[in-house]
């Protein structure tokens, strides 16, 4: 049963960088089938596409976010990380890692973490 | 602002059918694949419906999922109360995954 699951720091003060990491068990990131991903749901509901990591290092960014964005990878501990820089309150919302299926057109996620909420305020 | 246009809240009766609506343009649903997400309050979405209409292992039948043109639509049969929740669409489009902005659904 694959399982993945965020870490980090649930308050970030406005202008500083924003580091999560998602861990994952039950499988791996080493997987060519799949992209690793990070999404975001603001306090009123709205769901957000940040960007994914395929396991050669390869990334794809969400225009809105792309000079603030890192996402990064270490397989050797099966894991994958969002830096997102320059926060604002506007960034105050739940953080999913997740797994995408890029197989299917969509590109639907079909593994999510339980998310982790990141507060921005001084 | 979502990419993609649902309504905000749906209702329907226990045993009911109901069908809720996601709309975008050619460029998103009319260029690929939706999928549906089901969301409870404090938890992550899940995957309920890709391709269109492809639902995952341990998805009831009741679920069903439709594409036209530009609009899709997904369709729960003979409702129950544990399917209130709330549903998102998503597609890819323009390189990146936009969704909508979730429809509330209530049991009555």
């Known amino acids: 049963q694959l399982r993945l699951q965020e870490s980090g720091p649930g308050l970030v003060k406005p202008s500083e960088t924003l580091s999560l990491a998602c861990s994952v068990s039950g499988g791996s990131i080493s997987n060519s089938n799949y992209h690793w991903g990070w999404i975001r749901q603001s306090p009123g509901g709205g769901l957000e596409w940040i960007g994914i990591?395929?396991?050669?290092?390869?990334?794809s960014y969400n225009p809105s976010f792309r000079s603030r964005v890192t996402i990064s990878l270490d397989t050797s501990k099966n894991q994958f990380f969002l830096r997102l820089t320059s926060m604002t309150a506007a960034d105050t919302a739940i953080y999913y890692c997740?797994?995408?299926?890029?197989?299917?057109?969509?590109?639907?996620?079909?593994?999510w973490g339980q998310g982790t909420l990141v507060a921005v305020s001084s | 602002q979502s990419v993609l246009t649902q309504p905000p809240s749906a209702s329907a009766t226990p045993g009911q059918r109901v069908t809720i609506s996601c709309s975008g343009t050619?460029?998103?649903?009319?260029?690929?694949?939706v999928n549906w997400y089901q969301q409870f309050p404090g938890t992550a979405p899940k995957l309920v419906i890709y391709t269109n209409n492809q639902r995952p292992s341990g998805v009831p039948d009741r679920f069903s999922g439709s594409k036209s043109g530009t609009s899709a639509s997904l369709a729960i049969s003979g409702l129950q109360s544990e399917d209130e929740a709330t549903y998102f669409c998503s597609t890819w489009a323009d390189s990146l995954v936009v969704f909508g902005g979730g429809t509330m659904l209530t049991v009555l």
């Open positions: 990591i395929y396991y050669t290092g390869t990334t």
């Open positions: 997740v797994r995408e299926n890029f197989i299917y057109g969509g590109h639907p996620s079909d593994s």
């Open positions: 050619r460029s998103n649903i009319g260029s690929n694949t």
